[in-house]
């Protein structure tokens, strides 16, 4: 809403974002990371042409990985080794960011919850069933709050 004192020409209009770009995340352990977000939960690593030429230099040294999810959104990672969390137990970890959610097919939601216990990655919340759907919530390497999520099944 304007404040009495913005003019119309001080704010973007509707539409004028057209989509999230990236996301970028800060990583400690970038092989741990990269394993989770591209082997775990199955995203595309961008590699040789695929990644931007801007981020060329610092993905090859290793300083850098992108991920692309199946809606298009780049997922940056950028290697921080002396990264440490405000409190190391992620449940009391302050961040602005509360989790990143990936939507997945209803009939595919227990099979991810499965993968998510066979590699021993503690769930944090869930899974939940509610009016929106199921979700279960769990953290990356670093302590970041993943969520994967389903519409509710119709069927």
Same mark, same amino acid.
């Given at each position: 809403?304007?404040?009495?004192?913005?003019?119309?020409?001080?704010?973007?209009?509707?539409?004028?974002?057209?989509?999230?770009?990236?996301?970028?995340?800060?990583?400690?352990?970038?092989?741990?990371?990269?394993?989770?977000? !591209? #082997? &775990? $939960?199955? =995203?595309?690593?961008?590699?040789?042409?695929?990644? %931007?030429?801007?981020?060329? *230099?610092?993905?090859?040294?290793?300083?850098?990985?992108?991920?692309?999810?199946?809606? !298009? #959104? &780049? $997922?940056? =990672?950028?290697?921080?080794?002396?990264?440490?969390? %405000?409190?190391?137990?992620? *449940?009391?970890?302050?961040?602005?960011?509360?989790?990143?959610?990936?939507?997945?097919?209803?009939?595919?939601?227990?099979?991810?919850?499965?993968?998510?216990?066979?590699?021993?990655?503690?769930?944090?919340?869930?899974?939940?069933?509610?009016?929106?759907?199921?979700?279960?919530?769990?953290?990356?390497?670093?302590?970041?709050?993943?969520?994967?999520?389903?519409?509710?099944?119709?069927?």
């Amino acid at each position: 809403m304007l404040s009495t004192t913005q003019s119309v020409n001080s704010v973007l209009a509707p539409g004028n974002l057209r989509k999230v770009h990236h996301i970028a995340l800060n990583v400690r352990d970038m092989q741990a990371s990269r394993y989770f977000y !591209g #082997t &775990i $939960l199955g =995203l595309h690593e961008l590699t040789g042409d695929e990644v %931007p030429a801007t981020l060329l *230099e610092l993905v090859a040294s290793g300083k850098v990985a992108n991920f692309i999810t199946p809606d !298009g #959104t &780049i $997922l940056d =990672l950028f290697g921080e080794p002396d990264l440490t969390p %405000p409190n190391p137990d992620p *449940e009391k970890t302050f961040t602005r960011a509360y989790h990143l959610a990936f939507d997945i097919d209803p009939q595919l939601f227990d099979r991810a919850v499965t993968v998510i216990r066979e590699n021993k990655i503690a769930i944090a919340h869930g899974p939940v069933t509610r009016p929106t759907g199921r979700g279960v919530y769990f953290y990356d390497p670093d302590g970041f709050m993943i969520e994967i999520r389903c519409d509710p099944d119709v069927h």
